[in-house]
């Protein structure tokens, strides 16, 4: 049974079932093309796109933008529509870890903070989007990143602490 089996057959809330978790693609147009941002983990500096928890009050693609601010010192427009979704081990300690499906979110990135909640945790570098699917280890999301085309328009990100 796949992560997403284990999705719709178990409470994302019960112990041992899949935990839902929000990314950001973070992406800009260049001149040679698309350009996604990946940043390193925390843990084991492998590249990936920021993600994280639900957060009360703010909608899937909101809590995205959120973490992308946290973790990557990213502003821009976040779409509403759900890219797709991809699974991944979360290592909680040593010996315990926790199957999550990340259900990412285009953010088109306008501006790059230079100070930000995770700037001493994290690298973070801009990868032509053939490249970057080709750099992060979830296969899954390599092929939502291979085959992100962008989309007309979106909606402004949250701005932190408002």
């Not at 839902?20 to 492998?46: F, H, K, N, P």
Request: aromatic share 8%; charged share 20%; net charge negative.
């Amino acid at each position: 049974m796949g992560w997403q089996d284990k999705l719709t057959n178990q409470d994302a809330g019960q112990a041992g079932g899949v935990r839902m978790q929000y990314g950001a693609l973070c992406w800009r147009t260049a001149t040679e093309g698309l350009e996604v941002l990946l940043i390193t983990s925390r843990d084991t500096g492998r590249w990936i796109i920021p993600k994280g928890w639900p957060m009360p009050g703010l909608s899937p693609e909101a809590a995205a933008a959120q973490e992308a601010w946290e973790e990557a010192g990213v502003a821009g427009t976040v779409n509403p529509v759900c890219l797709g979704r991809y699974g991944y081990q979360k290592i909680l300690a040593v010996s315990a870890q926790v199957p999550c499906a990340v259900a990412v979110y285009g953010l088109q990135v306008t501006d790059l903070a230079d100070n930000f909640p995770e700037v001493a945790e994290r690298r973070r570098q801009w990868f032509a989007s053939d490249a970057a699917a080709l750099m992060v280890n979830e296969p899954d999301l390599g092929g939502l990143i291979a085959g992100f085309v962008p989309p007309a328009s979106g909606r402004a990100a949250p701005i932190a602490g408002e």
